[in-house]
């Protein structure tokens, strides 16, 4: 059920590709031909830059956000493409804990790019900037890229990360130099080539988002098709194996999607960059879910939204590259969600353990109560019981002011009631709660005495660990482990030990 | 004489200022690289050289605003700005593993994903500071990413600068071999030792990030680490000991710095040439310093003594040589055997322990050819006119083989008794090349001397006592 409705997930993320690139195709074509409707519709980088300067904030922020303008829908459509597929396939570099790998795809297609384009000159002069051949550069230096750090995994003792960074590097320096020749070539400058490293989401042309729509949907379709066996890959590599999947084979297939991705970015917002992408919307959705549908789904959701945004805001303000902003726009997602998701953020933990040392403190107040109550022989069967400040303040290692915090707070719930400045009064309420909590407390200590041969005078220290977090259920199977033991058990069991606040007590 | 040679004739003492310049830088990344390779965060050197930049950008903007607001004088700006961006960098280093570690343990994300989140983000700060500057600043990215070796190489400033970074981080490596070695390959007991853990990976990180930003003007700060990494992880290969391990690293090092520079003037007007353009091109020669320590590396992983491929290549024949060789010789005393016992009621054919002729398990012809020739030469097997024979010694070779194949299959009876003596030979038929004289002996015992196998075939004496009977 949960594949279905991942493959859903996935349609529907595929339905918005084909959106993204059909309608500024479409647009592309109803303006080309005729007169174009505004003198904005075939913008080149230079006049985008030159036109985004000249009218005021607010004219640039209309014109975001009513999608008038053909060159602002194209980068949109562009990266935010990128960041759906980007987030598709990081879920599963995430969860296979490869997440770095996707660094060396991108930066060991650079050589890639390079020969692709000294290729195509050797070939057909003049061909070689098509955007076709130097991508497809890209995406087989990428492969090949991984294979090396097979290989060296392969054949030598060095580990992954040693080979990841040596393959990384490598690549790289050999991209670099090849790119000096390059631009000593006498077809010419390399400032094409150039945008492949740092991007130039501005510059993205119909033809450009065409390219990288048919990869992204190429990605989709082979991720959503073999969702189960991917799932199966990060989860269980194993049971893969033992199912008869080859895992290498699965795993280059995941290194051929994370080369597809690679390619898609490349030139929006470069090859240094594009591996953020398949990082941070992934690790992001993390937070939000354990369902691996859902966080595919939510890690394309938060992909595609930075890709909006970065690329946005970078229309807005034309000084600020695309390439780095949609990063940075990621890496704000990243942290919201870090901190604010419910269950795995960081505020509903601290929260949660917040109130698990309230909870304690409470507890261990209602306790000393208790143990007070008894060893003062007062009748705790009553329905009200005072207890004097000055005992408990003796009893725990509290100050006065903590202790009075404490009470408040009790007293807030209903727990105590104050009849004198030196004296609380206990309501039944409380009085119940603080006979369950002992209970609690000297039944555990019962059960280390008896099942794990623990000394009568350490038990108090351990059940103080442990008698927080005692759930209904375990209390009645301590209860049946105990039954035979003492005739009291429906009743609050004698404590085992001396209770050091006896000194206290006049 | 090949027509690039004339390329290295014009070789001037530029090009062997740069050598020098990024010789120094690259030895001195590679002492911090052997121990985050052995640690292994060879990662973390990516990140740092990716993180760095922000440190450089926000050094750089510091010290274009201190002039600019008129603090600083015009001379004196180069020294702070190197000043200030040695302080970013360490910074940086330390930020990106302390904000790395801590977005792991806050977050529970997986440490790789953690430590990736927070380098791309630091470097897509840097990025956007430096081209948001960049004109104002005279800062170019690309200067930061591939070094300007060519041109930084004419004033010595970059060797002083390479030169006594290397000589830090050589006495760093001398004064704190011990706990860095103990760090690296038993962090716990380092920790009970009373090294403590988190001082020296932060002490590492800011060190690595140090040396990176003296390096990037040289190498460039993604080349950088190329020459973190590959250096190290080729002495890795060569050699099991740590002080030899670095050393060689820095061999390497230097080695990648030459070769590269030269393969920078070298190879590129051979490719200009095969792709049929004018000659005079060249290449980075940062690059091909990166390209050159890679080439290093896979020389090594080809030829290093104890782990190559040559080598286990080698080791690989060797064995499959001497299991021919054994093979031979038992099949040898077997068919004599046969022959001897023929007037018997059991005929050739019928023998299950004779290796058939079909034998999957047999080595190939070729083998067999090998392995005829060395017992020939080494005198156990002599060849006659009816085929190759046993020589004496030869025969109490092949004597203990049989010996222990036979032993093997009585063994296989006595504890496995339900396996099918097909399956019982073949088991016997590999363990006889692996299985010692002491042990033969062991299992001998343990079978009581045993006189005949579970084929009803004789198990022969040990070859010794029989010649000590003799």
Sequence with gaps: MSVRRALLGFALAIGVALAGTNFPLAAGEHHTPGSPPSAKSSATVADLSDRARSPDWTTRLVNLLTLRDYNTRIVLAGTALLGVAGGVVGTFMLLRKRALVGDVVSHAALPGIAIAFLLAEALAPGEGRRLEVLLLGALVAGLVGVGCVLLIRRFTRLKEDAALAIVLSVFFGLGISLFTIVQDMPSGNVAGLQGFIYGKAAALTALDVKVISICALAALVLAAALFKELSLLCFDEGYAAAQGWSVVGLDLLLMGLVAFVTVIGIESVGLLLVVAMLIVPAAAARFWTDHLPAMTLLAALLGGASGLLGAGVSALAPRLAAGPVIVLAAAVLFGISMFFSPHRGVLARVRERRRLTRRIKRQHLLRTCYELLESGGESITADEATVSLAALEADRDWSRQQLQREIAKAQRDGLFRRTSTDCICVTPRGLDEARRVARNHRLWELYLIEHADVAPARVDRYADLIEHVLEPEVVALLEQQLAGHDPHLQEVPASPHKIASTAATP | ?470
């Design chain 2, 1 to 470: 004489m090949p027509n690039w040679f004339p390329s290295l004739a014009d070789w001037s003492w530029l090009d062997t200022r740069i050598v020098i310049t990024a010789g120094l830088a690259a030895m001195a990344c590679a002492l911090p690289g052997n121990f985050l390779l052995l640690r292994r965060q060879s990662m973390m050197g990516d990140a740092l050289s990716h993180a760095v930049l922000l440190g450089i950008a926000v050094a750089f903007l510091t010290a274009h605003g201190l002039q600019a607001a008129g603090i600083l004088s015009h001379d004196s700006y180069d020294a702070t700005r190197h000043a200030v961006m040695f302080v970013g960098a360490v910074v940086v280093g330390v930020l990106t593993a302390v904000l790395s570690e801590t977005v792991r343990k806050l977050g529970n994300v997986e440490a790789s994903a953690a430590l990736g989140v927070v380098f791309l983000v630091l470097f897509a700060l840097g990025l956007l500071l430096i081209r948001l500057y960049a004109d104002r600043v005279h800062l170019d990215p690309d200067c930061v990413l591939y070094g300007t070796v060519e041109t930084a190489a004419v004033d010595g400033r970059l060797i002083r600068v390479n030169g006594a970074m290397l000589a830090v981080n050589l006495l760093l490596v001398g004064l704190l071999f011990k706990e860095l070695r103990l760090a690296a390959f038993d962090p716990g007991l380092a920790t009970t030792l009373g090294v403590n853990a988190g001082v020296m990976h932060y002490g590492l990180m800011a060190v690595t990030a140090a040396t990176l930003v003296a390096a990037f003007e040289t190498v460039g700060s993604i080349l950088v680490i190329a020459m973190l990494i590959v250096p190290p992880a080729t002495a890795y290969l060569l050699t099991q000991r740590l002080w030899l391990m670095v050393a060689l690293s820095l061999v390497v090092a230097a080695a990648s710095a030459l070769l590269g520079h030269v393969a920078a003037i070298v190879l590129p007007p051979l490719v200009a040439g095969l792709l049929g353009w004018d000659s005079n091109v060249g290449a980075s020669s940062a690059g091909m310093m990166a390209v050159a320590a890679g080439a290093l590396f896979v020389v090594a992983v080809i030829v290093s003594p104890q782990q190559g491929l040559v080598m286990r290549v080698l080791r690989r024949a060797g064995l499959r040589v001497r299991i021919a060789e054994e093979d031979l010789l038992a099949w040898l005393y077997r068919a004599a055997e046969t022959l001897r016992a023929q007037p018997a009621t059991q005929s050739a054919a019928d023998a299950p322990d004779t290796a058939p002729p079909n034998d999957p398990l047999r080595p190939g012809w070729l083998w067999q050819q090998l392995a005829l020739r060395r017992l020939v030469r080494r005198g156990q097997v002599q060849r006659t006119e009816s085929g190759p024979q046993l020589t004496p010694s030869g025969h109490q070779a092949a004597q203990d083989l049989v010996r222990t194949h036979r032993l093997w299959e009585s063994y296989l009876q006595r504890h496995f008794g339900d396996l099918p003596g097909e399956r019982q030979h073949r088991s016997a038929h590999q363990m006889e090349h692996y299985i010692s004289p002491e042990m033969r002996e062991e299992l001998a015992a343990e079978l009581d001397r045993p006189r005949h196998d579970p084929h009803g075939q004789e198990i022969p004496p040990p070859a010794e006592q029989d010649s000590e009977s003799l």
